[in-house]
C-alpha cells in the first residue's frame, strides 16, 4: 500500500490523518492475523482445537487489555512511540509462526513460548489504538475520531477473518503469512515515518530500525518453505530421511546415527536400538512353544519385523500378512535400509502380502492358522478399538486351527494396566485360555503381551538360535508380573461399548500429563 | 493433534467464518413413497372391469413388517399357498431400504430396540435369524455382536459441539438438573411398576401393558400437560422429551398422549447377557435388513406395484381386485378368489377398499415424515465427540441423521451415507401433506443444510447426491385417548374372512407392533381356514 501512496505536499492537512486511519485498517487486520496464525499452530501441534483457540483468544484479549493500560505511561513523542511499536509487532508477530514451529520440536514445554508470544504481540497492538487516538486527538472531532478508528479496526477485523482461511492459509501456509503481515505492519511504520517526518525529532534510528525488520521478513517469506519442512521434522528429534502420507497414516522414518526409527501418525512404532527385544517377546514365547505349527498369520506387522522372528523356524511352511496399508508393505519390501532391519522378510518366498482390512479379511474363514501374531497399533480410537473386540477374536478364533495359538500386543501394562487386562479379558470371554506376560523394550517402557489359545499351551520352548533377547529364563520372568501390573477386573471390550479406548484414553492421558 | 486433525480443522474455518455461499443444485431427486399410484384410488380413477381371474388360499394386503410377518407365520404352519400384494417397487413398508456404491442405507425405521420377555414373539425370531445367539447361565440372551450398535451410540449438538448422550447434560443448572434426576426416576419407576392387573404399566407390544384405569388415565392429556403438571419446565428436559415424542410417534410432546410419551422411556426392559438396556439392534440398511429376512419365506409370493382396488365377500370367497401400476398409471386388472384375506395396509386405505367396513369415529392420525439419505465424499469434522450412529442437533427442527456406515467394521471409512429425518408436525397432518407435495427437490435440501447448520455448516461442499423420500402417512400418532380409547378396539375386531394386522392397531409404529400383529393374524387366519 505503501508504494501505491502518490506523495503528498508537506501541508495537506487531511492526507495524513486520512492515511493514519488507513493504517489502523492495516493493524487490525495484521493483530487479528497473528492471533488467528497462533490459535491455528496450537491446534495443529497440540491437538483440541476449541481449547487452543479459546486460550489464544482469551491471553491475546487479556494482553491486549494490559497493553491499552500501559499505553497511559507513554509520554513524549508519541509518533516515534507509535512506529517503534509498529516495528515490534512487525518482528514478533512476523516471525511468530516460524519461531513457534521451530521451537515445538525441541521445547520442553512448548505452551511457554506459545502463550509469551501471544502475549508480547497483544500488549503490541493493545497499546496501537491508545496510541493512535492519541496522535489523531486533534486533527477530528471527537466523535468523528472515535468513529472512524473503531469503524476501521472492526473493517481491519472482517477482512482478516476472510483472508486467513480463504487465501492465506491455502496460498501462503501460516509460516509465510505471519511474514507477510509482517510487512504489512513495518509499512504502516515506515508510512507514518515518511508522512510524518516533520513531527519526529531523531528519524534516523528508526529508518535503521525500520529497514532492518524489512530485510529479516522479506528474507523469511522467500525462505518460508525451508523453515516449514524444518520446522515440522523438528518435531521429531531424529533427522527424518522418509515422511509420507497414505490414505490410511502418516509414514515418518528416521535416522540417528545407527537409529532407525518408524512413527505412524507420530506415535512411535519401533527404534533400530531396541526393536529385537519388542519383536523377539512378541513371537518365540508362543511359536517356539508350537512343535506342530507350520501356517502363520501376521495381523499388522507391515515393517516386516514379526515376519523376521517367525522365518528364524524353518519348520514354517507360509506366512500371511494382512496389513492394511500397501504403500507400509512396498515400503518395507523394497528400501534397502529397511530390507536390512527386516532381513528382506517381506520378500521371502514362503511370505504372503495381503492389504487389506484384518477385521473384513477375516470375514470369510481363511486356511486354518497355527499361529496368530496380533501386532495392531495401541487401541488409541474407535476404528482401532473394533480390532480387539470379541467380535474380532471370535472371526479370528474361525480361521484357526484347533490347537493353535495367539498373541497380542497389548499396550503397556505398566501405564495403561486396565487396558492390558481388558484384552485378557476380551479374549478370555472368547473362550480362550491367556497367559499374559510382559517385557521391557526401553524405547517404549514395560511393554505387555497375551498368549491365547483354545488348548492349553505347555511352554516347551524349543527357541532358535542367534536370539539376543529371549531365552528359557528370561520367558519364563516374562510370565510373572509384579503387584503394580497385576490383574485388575474390568469390563469386556465389545463393538458395543468400546471400553477399551475408553480405558486406553484414560490411562495414557493421565500418565502423559 | 495430527496432521489430519489439523486439515480438517483448516478446511472447517472458511466456512465457520463464511457461511456456505454455495449456490449449486445437489444431484438427487424426489423418489418413492408411491402416492401417485395410491392416489388414483382416492380420486376414484380406477374403475375398469378385471381381465384375469386367478384363486389362492390367503391374500396379504400389504408387505410392510405387519405383512410379511404374516407370510412369514403361513409359511411356518405349512401354508405356501398365499400371496403377498405390494403397491411399491419393493416390500418393507416403512422398513425399506436403499444402497449406493458406498454403503446399504435406511428409508424409514432403522432399528430395534432389545425385545423385553413380554416380547416373546420377536424373541423368537431373533432366535430364528441368529441375532439372539444363545442365552447365558442365566437364562439372559446373548446378542450377535454385529447387529448391536457400535459404540459410540448416540451424540447430540449443543452449545457448539458435540456431547455423548442424546440428553443434555452440559452446562445444566442445578435446578435443570434436579428436574431431569426427578424426570428419569419418574420414568425408573413407572418402568417397574405393575398395574392392578399384575401386568406391567408400560411394555411392548402395548396390548400386553396393563389395562388399569389409574395407568390408563394418563392417556387423556397430552405428555406436555403432564410435564407441565409435574412442574418440569426446563428448556433442556422439554426438548429431550419432545424430541423423544417426535421421533418415536411423529407428533410433539404437545401432540401426543403422556401415556405414550412415558411408554417411550419406561416400556423397555431388555435383559441382555452382552449389552447395556439402551442398546438398539441395527444394521446398515436399518431394518430393512429385518425386511428382507421376512420376505424369504414369501418368496416368489411378492406382486409388487399391486393396487388393491376393492375387497368383497362372495359367497364364492373373498373378491379382491388388483390393479398393476407398473408404469405408474392405471394398468391391467386383476381378480384374485381367496379363503382369506389379511389386510397388513393402514387402516385409513383398508377403509377406502374393503365393503361394508364400518366407518371409525375418530380415525387414526398418521403423522407424515420426511427421510433423506445423504452421499457425501466424508462426515465433516466438527468440534466435540467424534461421529456416533445417531447424531441429534439440540433444538434443531429435525431427529437429525443416522451414519449409514457406523456399523462398518473396516478401519477407515471415510465416504459415507447419512439418513436425515424429520417428522413433520405442529400443524393438521393433512395440511402438511398438502405442503410437502409442494415442495421441490432444492427446497429440500435447503432444508436439511439448514437443519444440520449448526454442527456441518460445510456440509454442502460434502454432498455428492441426495434423495429425499417422502412418507405422508409415515406412522401412525398416539394422540391423547387414542391407546385407551375404543377405535382400536374396533380396529382390532377380525371379520373373518378379513383379519388385521397393521401397527396403527397399536398406536405406535414400531417393529414388534407390526411383527406381532402379523403373526397374530396369520394364526387367526389358519384358525379361521381350519
Known sequence: ?513 | MNRRRFIQVSAVAPALMLGSCRNQVVPGSIIGAAHRAGHLLRDGKTSAAPSKTAKTDVLILGGGVAGLAAARQLARRGITDFLVLELESQSGGNSQGGRNSVSAYPWGAHYVTLPGPDCHEVRELFEELGLIAGHDAAGRPIYDELALCADPQERLFIHGQWQEGIAPSAGLTSDEQRQFREFREEMSRWSETKGADGRPAFTIPVDRSSRDPTILELDQLTMAAWMDAKGWTCEPLRWQVDYSCRDDFGGGEDEVSAWAGIHYFASRRPDAANADHDTVLTWPEGNAWLAERLAESAKGRIRNHALVLNVTEQSSGVQVDVMNTTDGHGGEIMRFVCRAVVCAMPRFIAQRIISNLKPLDQPPVYSPWVVANLALDELPPSPGELPAWDNVVYGGPSLGYVNATHQNLTAVPRETVITHYEALCGSPPARLREWMLTQTHAQWCDRIFSALAAPHPDLAAHVQNIDVWLWGHGMVRPTPGFISGTTRTVMQQHQPPVFFAHSDMSGVSLFEEAFTRGTQAADAAIRFLG
Open chain 1, 1 to 513: 500500500m505503501s508504494e501505491e501512496a502518490p506523495p503528498q505536499p508537506a501541508h495537506s492537512s487531511f492526507a495524513r490523518p486520512w492515511l493514519l486511519l488507513l493504517s489502523v485498517f492495516a493493524i487490525a487486520t495484521c493483530g487479528l492475523v497473528y492471533e488467528l496464525i497462533a490459535g491455528t499452530l496450537a491446534s495443529y501441534l497440540l491437538g483440541d482445537s476449541v481449547t487452543q483457540f479459546s486460550t489464544i483468544i482469551g491471553v491475546y484479549l487479556f494482553a491486549m487489555g494490559v497493553g491499552s493500560w500501559l499505553s497511559r505511561f507513554i509520554r513524549g513523542d508519541l509518533i516515534a512511540f507509535f512506529i517503534r511499536v509498529e516495528f515490534l509487532i512487525a518482528l514478533i508477530g512476523g516471525c511468530s509462526a516460524a519461531v513457534l514451529f521451530l521451537l515445538f520440536g525441541w521445547a520442553a514445554s512448548f505452551r511457554i513460548p506459545l502463550y509469551g508470544i501471544v502475549f508480547l504481540i497483544g500488549v503490541q497492538v493493545g497499546t496501537e489504538i491508545p496510541l493512535l487516538l492519541r496522535i489523531l486527538e486533534g486533527r477530528f472531532a471527537f466523535k468523528d475520531l472515535v468513529s472512524n478508528v473503531f469503524s476501521f479496526d472492526y473493517v481491519g477485523a472482517l477482512l482478516a477473518s476472510l483472508l486467513f482461511p480463504l487465501v492465506l492459509v491455502p496460498h501462503l501456509g501460516l509460516v509465510r503469512s505471519a511474514f507477510l503481515f509482517g510487512l504489512i505492519n513495518a509499512a504502516v511504520g515506515i508510512l507514518a515515518l515518511v508522512m510524518l517526518k516533520d513531527e519526529i525529532q531523531r528519524p534516523r534510528g528508526l529508518w535503521i530500525t525500520g529497514g532492518v525488520v524489512t530485510a529479516v521478513l522479506l528474507a523469511g517469506i522467500l525462505q518460508g518453505d525451508a523453515i516449514t519442512r524444518w520446522g515440522e521434522y523438528a518435531a521429531f528429534s531424529d533427522p527424518v530421511i522418509f515422511a509420507k502420507s497414505t490414505p490410511y497414516q502418516r509414514i515418518v522414518i528416521t535416522k540417528n546415527r545407527d537409529d532407525l526409527r518408524l512413527f505412524l501418525n507420530s506415535n512411535l512404532q519401533f527404534s533400530s536400538r531396541d526393536e529385537y527385544r519388542y519383536h523377539e517377546a512378541l513371537v518365540h514365547p508362543g511359536l517356539s512353544s508350537l512343535p506342530d505349527a507350520r501356517r502363520v498369520l501376521i495381523l499388522g506387522g507391515g515393517d516386516g519385523l514379526a515376519a523376521r522372528e517367525v522365518l528364524r523356524y524353518p519348520r514354517i511352511k507360509s506366512i500371511t500378512l494382512v496389513d492394511l496399508d500397501p504403500a507400509m508393505t512396498r515400503l518395507f519390501s523394497s528400501q534397502e535400509m529397511l530390507r536390512a532391519q527386516n532381513n528382506g522378510s517381506l520378500t521371502s518366498p514362503k511370505l504372503h502380502i495381503e492389504n487389506a482390512d484384518a477385521f473384513t479379511w477375516l470375514a470369510a474363514k481363511r486356511e486354518p492358522f497355527d499361529f496368530v501374531i496380533i501386532d495392531f497399533p495401541d487401541p488409541s480410537n474407535f476404528s482401532l478399538g473394533k480390532l480387539y473386540t470379541t467380535s474380532f477374536y471370535q472371526r479370528l478364533a474361525q480361521s484357526m486351527s484347533p490347537a493353535a495359538a495367539l498373541v497380542v500386543q497389548s499396550t503397556s501394562p505398566y501405564v495403561a494396566r486396565k487396558s492390558f487386562w481388558c484384552v485378557d479379558a476380551t479374549l478370555r470371554s472368547c473362550g480362550f485360555q491367556t497367559r499374559p506376560y510382559h517385557a521391557l523394550v526401553p524405547s517404549f517402557g514395560e511393554w505387555g503381551y497375551i498368549l491365547a489359545s483354545k488348548e492349553a499351551i505347555t511352554t516347551q520352548l524349543a527357541l532358535p538360535d542367534g536370539l539376543r533377547f529371549v531365552n528359557a529364563e528370561v520367558v519364563d520372568q516374562m510370565f510373572r508380573f509384579p503387584p503394580d501390573m497385576a490383574r485388575v477386573d474390568t469390563d469386556i471390550n465389545r463393538l458395543n461399548n468400546q471400553a477399551l479406548v475408553r480405558y486406553f484414553d484414560d490411562e495414557w492421558a493421565e500418565y502423559l500429563h
